[in-house]
């Protein structure tokens, strides 16, 4: 389930994008695509819960380039 916080930034950050594109840093874009794809597992990363024993793991899933 997502946070509020997530949920706010997963309806209207898109359109937020397109109207302030120009004013947005690159690092601030990254942070927060990073945070709204957290637990996608087409994104790379891996959410794991054991609700018997109120364990969760979270994997981040890389694959290394070769440069």
């Known amino acids: 389930m997502a946070s509020k916080l997530k949920k706010i930034f997963i309806d209207h950050w898109e359109r937020f994008v397109e109207l302030y594109e120009h004013k947005i840093r690159k690092s601030v874009i990254k942070a927060v695509e990073k945070m ?11 959410i794991v819960t ?7 793991i979270n994997i981040t899933l890389r694959i290394k380039k070769d440069t």
């Open 50 to 56: 054991h609700t018997k024993i109120k364990l969760i």
């Open 36 to 46: 709204i794809n957290y637990g996608s597992l087409e994104k790379g990363y891996i």
